[in-house]
Structure formats: structure tokens, C-alpha cells
């Protein structure tokens, strides 16, 4: 497993911003998680388990498979 993270550590929210403890993205968090889904489609062996795109950050966690071949092969 890959854990995914970027945070900004200042208040600016850059992927969107919060009203009544509701998320909502802006462009820019809805492309990173239009983005997030599509990884499996393009990378073989790549699976999202889990991530949330937030407003001042993301956190996700990546799995990677390669059935029959040693990672430390990489």
C-alpha cells in the first residue's frame, strides 16, 4: 500500500472550501478527483482504495499489484 497526502499547512483552500461542515470542490478539487479515479485506467496494477480530496488537501491510499513478479524486480 501507497498513502497518498498532500496538505496545506496554511488556511488558503485551494481545492475548494467548506459551508455548514459540507466539502465543495472547486475546479481544481474536481479535476484532482476526476484525476484520483481514473489511475486504474492507466496504470496496470494500480488500485485506489480509498482518498477524499478535501479543501486544503488530499489523502488517499494506493495499492499496487504485480502478480508473479517480485517488487524488488522494479
Known amino acids: 500500500h501507497i498513502l497518498l497526502r498532500y496538505v496545506r499547512k496554511t488556511d488558503y483552500h485551494c481545492l475548494g472550501k467548506l459551508e455548514a461542515k459540507n466539502q465543495i470542490l472547486n475546479k481544481a478539487g474536481k479535476m484532482?478527483?476526476?484525476?484520483?479515479?481514473?489511475?486504474?485506467?492507466?496504470?496496470y496494477g494500480v488500485k485506489i482504495d480509498r482518498?477524499?480530496?478535501?479543501?486544503?488537501?488530499?489523502?488517499?491510499?494506493?495499492?499496487?499489484?504485480?502478480?508473479?513478479?517480485?517488487?524488488?524486480?522494479?
Do not use: A, C, S, W
Open 51 to 74: 482518498f477524499i480530496v478535501m479543501p486544503n488537501g488530499i489523502h488517499g491510499i494506493l495499492t499496487i499489484q504485480h502478480e508473479g513478479i517480485p517488487l524488488q524486480n522494479f
Open 32 to 43: 484532482i478527483f476526476e484525476k484520483l479515479t481514473e489511475i486504474p485506467r492507466f496504470y
